[in-house]
């Protein structure tokens, strides 16, 4: 995969996730949420075969009770970065904008995906809402938030926390 899919995937990520600082959208942000749903055949493609159903019956929870996306309408910023799957394993500085847990868990991930993470910002501050876990796939996007909560070694009783921590 090369820097023009890299810089693509950011773009297209870009255009997408501005949709939700969109105050006329506001109110659709749960809906818009819920088509970023993965299809039952998109985690074979982002996790390894071995984890794959782990990661699709852990991800249940949250589809269930999806909670909304939480921007403020100051928050009119956004930041996005993108990394492929193997700069987790290789320590590549574009990894370094993403929660650390994806390095625990980067052997688990398909090679040859790019991942977005993003922020939504407050022009005034410096941080502000963030999320993780966006994977385009086949004409589609799909969410995989904060996949080292679903997977194996770092599952946890309460499913829920897994992403509202």
């Given at each position: 995969m090369d820097e023009h899919s890299l810089d693509e995937v950011h773009r297209e990520a870009s255009i997408l996730l501005a949709r939700f600082l969109d105050p006329s959208l506001a109110a659709m942000?749960?809906?818009m949420a819920r088509a970023l749903r993965p299809l039952p055949e998109d985690y074979a493609k982002v996790f390894a075969?071995?984890?794959a159903d782990i990661a699709r019956t852990g991800y249940l929870a949250l589809w269930e009770n999806l909670p909304a996306w939480p921007a403020r309408p100051e928050q009119i910023k956004l930041h996005v970065a993108v990394a492929r799957s193997?700069?987790?394993v290789e320590g590549h500085r574009r990894a370094e904008?993403?929660?650390g847990g994806y390095r625990s868990v980067a052997t688990l991930?398909?090679?040859g995906r790019i991942w977005v993470c993003w922020e939504f910002i407050a022009p005034e501050r410096t941080a502000g809402v963030s999320f993780d876990g966006l994977v385009h796939l086949?004409?589609?996007?799909a969410w995989f938030p904060?996949?080292?909560r679903v997977l194996p070694s770092h599952r946890q009783?309460?499913?829920m926390s897994h992403f509202t921590e």
């Open positions: 942000r749960l809906e075969d071995d984890v193997e700069d987790f904008e993403f929660p991930l398909k090679p086949d004409g589609h996007w904060k996949p080292w009783a309460s499913p």
